[in-house]
């Protein structure tokens, strides 16, 4: 029997909450499709800083790099706020990044039948959309050097530098290879290199490691015409292949189209180790120990975890079916309330959803 090891970082807020569920649910997959799943609970964000002093404890990071995955909830909270930046809980978050070396960002944005209504656009727009947006995360414009802000002159000025080599654009490339080869072979690289030199390197790069693949398709599209037709027409895209700067902008338009936060899932990923799956949405202080936050988003991201990391599809798929026959039913969290539904709170939308299973 295949085994394998998570190791799961509830943190702050609803954390716990939505972990809980998604630990039910992925016992209950594991047992109907064969394999063996150790969940390993460590410490991480707040929580962790009000143990050990830290919010990506050592120990914590050690574990995650030897799981064979990292599923991740949500940190933070205000009363961290006033602390030392490195002390808190969204920068153990960045540290578990970089020291995981997690490259590329995956987000799904798909439309569920039953919430199409919940779309801030008009249904016939958003009702077929169902893309991944892959975004190069660890260089770019936001780690580029020189950057600087220099104010002790008479006209301050300020600079960051957009810059990627060929390795960095080859292995996000290869990752949205891999996804597109799941899905329907089709990828849209976006880019400004009509204007910019990193770009024209980034277009070219994608050119030559993506016609080395049999059968898939590439096109490419500059990124002020990629906002407009994601607004415009979402559903012409599949896979979007993208740099960090313009992946940040894109990726949270598209995850709009969908209009609600608790279903958002995401996955960040290296080529070698663990990736960490974790909801888009933050620590939800605000409605945190009332067992009414919405685990979607986790769930989803548990779903990515048995997709991508641990490359059991079909158990994967019927996670997504369970959460779509649920809501199709008409039961809903809170936050998707529209009046006509039967409104559950956390741990029992989770039951109905394991259920389902
Ligand atoms: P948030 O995403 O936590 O909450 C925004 C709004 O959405 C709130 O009204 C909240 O109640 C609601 N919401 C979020 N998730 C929900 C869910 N699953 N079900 C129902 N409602 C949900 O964003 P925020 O309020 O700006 O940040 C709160 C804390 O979370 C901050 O400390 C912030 O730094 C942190 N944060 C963490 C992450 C992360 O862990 N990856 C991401 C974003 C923000």
Redesign the pocket.
């Known amino acids: 029997m295949k085994k394998y090891k998570i190791a799961l970082l509830s ?5 716990p909450e ?1 972990s809980s569920v998604s630990v039910n649910v992925l016992n209950k997959i594991s047992k109907k499709y064969n394999f063996d799943i150790e969940i390993n609970e460590h410490l991480f ?1 707040g929580i962790a800083y009000e143990k050990y002093g830290a919010p990506a404890p050592e120990e914590t990071l050690d574990k995650c790099k030897k799981s064979d995955a990292v599923l ?7 009363k ?2 006033s602390l030392p930046r490195e002390l ?3 920068s153990g ?1 960045l540290k578990l990044r970089s020291e995981l070396n997690l490259f590329a960002n995956i987000r799904p944005v798909k439309i569920r039948k039953s919430l199409i209504d919940s779309s801030s656009l008009k249904k016939e727009i958003v009702e077929n959309v169902d893309l991944v947006v892959v975004r190069e995360l660890i260089s770019g414009i936001y780690f580029g050097k020189p950057r600087g802000y220099i104010n002790n002159i008479e006209v301050p000025k300020a600079f960051n530098t957009m810059v990627y080599d060929y390795t960095e654009i080859k292995r996000i490339t290869d990752i949205a290879i891999k996804i597109a080869n799941q899905r329907n072979k089709k990828i849209c690289s976006v880019d400004k290199s009509n204007v910019l030199e990193v770009s024209q390197l980034w277009r070219e790069t994608v050119f030559n490691v993506t016609s080395k693949e049999k059968g898939l398709s590439l096109s490419n599209m500059y990124v002020d015409n990629a906002a407009m037709q994601l607004v415009k027409d979402p559903s012409q895209f599949d896979v979007i292949l993208t740099s960090n700067l313009f992946g940040d902008i894109l990726s949270d338009l598209a995850a709009m189209l969908t209009g609600s ?2 279903m958002l899932p995401s996955a960040s990923l290296n080529n070698y180790g663990p990736g960490v799956f ?10 945190a120990g009332k067992n ?7 769930l989803l991201s548990a779903s990515m975890m048995l997709k991508i990391g641990l490359n059991e599809k079909e158990a994967a798929e019927n996670i997504e079916r369970a959460i779509d026959n649920v809501l199709s039913k008409g039961f809903r ?3 998707l309330d529209n009046g006509c539904c039967k409104v559950l709170s ?1 741990s029992e939308i989770g039951e109905k959803i394991v259920e389902e299973i």
């Not at 974790?278 to 409605?287: K, L, R």
């Not at 009414?292 to 986790?298: D, G, H, V, Y």
């Open positions: 943190g702050d807020g609803i954390g939505i964000g991740l909830a949500c940190v933070g909270d205000m961290y706020d808190r809980p969204e978050l936060i608790g974790e909801p888009v949405h933050g620590s939800a202080p605000d409605i009414i936050a919405n685990p979607i988003a986790m969290t809170l936050d956390c």
